[in-house]
């Protein structure tokens, strides 16, 4: 069982803690199972590096040793383009006061048509560790913006849930939003399940043809987004 960010009714499978809301035995009985509960999940998706099945390339290189055969170019840490406010992503997500967004360098999908081509295929960015993007997510918080969008991580979904560990223990409140170029494995979003509040999955491609490059992406795409039922299905730019 786990506590709700807000302090509220359990929901399991919650990533939320907050342990200075345990004033009496019983509650940090309940908070400390729950942030045991955290870490475990936190080292279950940290080890799914080790043999990557993280998106739906399935590369299987141990990302704890090297990227080299990674098609996302990512090793054992994220690598983070930018994070500040967002007005960008439709009404529902950025409302008045933006979203805090955060850009992750690099990317599984390999586009080429990609707008961010400097970060999402050359990388362009600084590596962090998990401590440091829980600290970026509690610097968004501070700045009042309505929600932590995390753009393309699906490469670095075992990187996001170790940062929402620490950040259960540090007081975020806010919604995390997964904006994914939709390609991403079963077991990535095994992982996140009950830790993501809105999927943003792309549709990219509707057939082989319509990515030349890597006609697998466009086979695989589709029943994937039909697998997320209760995901947020995203056509174009406008949400
Ligand atoms: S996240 Fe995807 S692209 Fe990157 S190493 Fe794992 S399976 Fe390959």
Redesign the pocket.
């Known amino acids: 069982m786990s506590l709700s960010r807000s302090g509220r009714t359990p929901r399991t499978g919650s990533r939320v803690v907050r342990a200075s809301s345990c004033t009496t035995a019983a509650w940090y009985w309940v908070c400390s199972t729950a942030i045991n509960f955290g870490a475990q999940r936190a080292a279950a998706a940290w080890r799914h590096l080790e043999d ?4 739906a ?3 299987r ?1 141990n ?1 704890h040793e090297t990227f080299a055969g ?3 170019g ?1 090793g054992e840490r994220a690598v983070v383009a930018s994070y500040g406010p967002h007005q960008g992503e439709g009404n529902c997500l950025s409302g008045w006061a933006g979203s805090g967004t955060i850009f992750f360098s690099w990317c ?1 999908l390999r586009c080429l048509f990609c707008q961010n081509w400097d970060i999402s295929q050359k990388g362009l960015g600084r590596e962090v560790e998990p401590a440091e993007l829980a600290a970026m997510m509690l610097a968004l918080q501070a700045q009042g913006y309505h929600n932590i969008t995390l753009v393309s991580p699906s ?1 670095v979904v075992a990187q996001v849930v170790a940062a929402v560990e620490i950040v259960a223990r540090g007081g975020l409140r806010l919604p995390l939003v997964y904006n994914t170029g939709g390609y991403d494995s079963p077991e990535a979003l095994a992982r996140l399940d009950g830790i993501i509040d809105i999927y943003v999955p792309d549709m990219k491609y509707g057939t082989p043809r319509s990515h030349a490059n890597s006609p697998r992406c466009a086979t695989m795409s589709r029943p994937i987004a039909w697998r997320w039922g209760r995901c947020i299905a995203r056509w174009g730019t406008s949400c």
């Not at 990557?52 to 998106?55: E, S, T």
């Open positions: 990557c099945d993280l998106c390339r399935y590369c290189v990302r990674a098609v996302c990512t599984n490469h």
